[in-house]
């Protein structure tokens, strides 16, 4: 515009046309068409020179025709309707190109329709510049492309999902492979990627993905329990992006791009052969990529991250989440309720039997809770169809039959005459399977209450002296009144033979 001011101003001085070309090293056709336009503008070339140069610019070009046209005031009416009508499943610019033929008579080629369509899609989707504050949000999501790793022992490839997060104020960025996109590995990538950073940002702004929310809405969406409490733990919040939007975490979209050219590219040609080892080699590019310098900036991502962001996250808690799984049983007869998962019983105290009780169960830990009061607490077992019982959840009389042992037995013999523990440790010696002498000795334990101590002291010794070692023996002993009548001591007689010595040998 500076050279055109210039053709004016030599005309004004009164230069012919020749000299301002020669002047200007320009052609003497190009002096005249600048001249001739400005007079057909009727406006004085004292006016253009006192123009700033776009006004100028504009003035001499004032744009392209075609929007003057009859047939693009036609297509304009349409174009909002043309735009919903391309998001339709099937629905492509060539069939709306040819839908709009039959309704206009002169109607515009298919590149110029297309040009138009695209000029309106672009200028109803302007975008805007966020200012972030520093430990504000965390933009998580999953990578579209998948990772892989060779089992040794199979051979097969197995593909892997890609967690990527960023802090939008820093651009700092963490990414791991984890298994699949399932609730329990989406909650440990989250928890592993706030260890890396070393604090909690104030909300997390995960995807629409069923891992985060149940059920999307742009205004109050449902959140997964297990995220809400994950958030709860280390004092949080989630904010999810609304469906569809993906300008509302575009910076982790724009971090998923990078993450493809920066760790895919440079991982293609190596192989590994578990995750562990994946996650390493990743772990090491990500690290590259949050050293290297941004462009247009004199810092990189990690330097941003340590001078203005890290000290403003709130600390991370004391213990490692885990998940909570939530359920509600009816306490059975047995006194224990089936957790459907483990395919394993734990108990709960008696006086719950046919009640509701609410089960929270993580990783390591199952509580049962009737009304809001802890009533049981378990270690979690895998065990399927194994039961785990507390003695005090028990009656009386379930504790009692659970304590029964060998041992059990001769302590409460141990408390009863000699002769019965004797009696009880030659049954025991028996060999016969200990269950079986349980309730022999249930019985034998109830004579003793029911029969004179001295009676019953006898039967015992009798019993021993015969090796006869049942409750019904003893039983027939007190019965028959055995016990009244005096045995004869049994006088055993030495052998006569040769090898005796008398008194004489000890003289």
């Known amino acids: 515009m500076s050279q055109v001011k210039q053709i004016f101003l030599m005309h004004i001085q009164g230069a012919g046309n020749k000299s301002i070309a020669k002047a200007l090293s ?46 693009y005031e036609h297509l304009k009416k349409h174009l909002n309707y043309y735009s919903k009508e391309l998001q339709k499943v099937g629905v492509t610019r060539q069939l709306l190109w040819e839908e709009y033929k039959t309704t206009n008579p002169h109607p515009y080629s298919y590149g110029q329709f297309c040009w138009h369509l695209q000029q309106y899609l672009r200028s109803g989707k302007p975008s805007m510049v966020l200012n972030h504050k520093p430990g504000d949000k965390l933009y998580v999501d999953f990578a579209g492309k998948l990772l892989s790793y060779i089992d040794r022992e199979t051979s097969e490839e197995i593909k892997v999902q890609v967690f990527v997060a960023c802090l939008p104020y820093s651009d700092y960025c963490f990414a791991l492979a984890v298994p699949s996109q399932k609730l329990e590995d989406f909650i440990y990538a989250l928890g592993c990627c706030l260890q890396d950073l070393g604090g909690v940002p104030q909300t997390l702004v995960p995807d629409n993905l069923k891992s985060a929310v149940i059920k999307a809405n742009p205004y109050e969406p449902e959140l997964n329990r297990a995220l809400e409490d994950f958030a709860n733990h280390y004092g949080t919040s989630v904010t999810p992006a609304r469906p569809r939007k993906p300008q509302d975490k575009s910076l982790v979209e724009n971090q998923v791009k990078l993450i493809y050219n ?17 996650n390493k080699a990743i772990a090491g590019k990500v690290r590259e990529h949050n050293q290297t310098r941004m462009q247009q900036k004199d810092y990189c991502r990690e330097e941003k991250f340590l001078a203005d962001e890290k000290h403003t996250l709130q600390p991370l808690p004391e213990t490692p989440f885990e998940i909570k799984y939530y359920r509600e049983h009816k306490v059975a007869k047995n006194n224990h309720i089936y957790l459907g998962m483990d395919k394993h019983y734990y108990s709960v105290p008696y006086t719950y039997i046919g009640m509701k009780v609410k089960v929270i169960y993580t990783r390591s830990l199952v509580r049962i809770y009737h009304k809001g009061k802890l009533i049981a607490n378990h270690p979690r077992n895998h065990k399927k169809g194994g039961y785990t019982t507390r003695k005090e959840h028990l009656c009386s009389h379930h504790q009692y039959y659970k304590e029964r ?93 040769g090898n005796i010595r008398g008194a004489s040998s000890y003289k």
């Open 262 to 278: 920066r760790v895919y590219a440079k991982l293609r040609k190596l192989t590994f052969f578990d995750l562990a080892s994946l």
């Open 405 to 497: 042992s060998p041992t059990y037995y001769l302590q409460r013999g141990y408390n009863h005459p000699e002769e019965l523990y004797r009696y009880m440790e030659a049954l025991f010696k028996q060999d016969k399977y200990p269950e079986q002498l349980y309730k022999t000795c249930d019985g034998i334990l109830n004579l003793s209450r029911k029969t004179n101590r001295e009676s019953f002291i006898k039967a015992c010794s009798m019993a021993l002296d015969h090796r006869q070692y049942s409750y019904r023996f003893l039983k027939q002993i007190l019965e028959n009144r055995m016990t009244d009548y005096q045995e004869e001591p049994v006088v055993k007689f030495l052998p006569t033979h």
């Open 26 to 71: 320009i052609s003497k056709n190009t002096v005249k068409a600048y001249i001739r336009k400005a007079k057909a503008l009727d406006i004085p070339m004292e006016a253009f020179l006192a123009m700033e140069d776009p006004v100028l610019e504009q003035k001499l070009w004032p744009g392209n025709p075609a929007y003057k046209d009859g047939r």
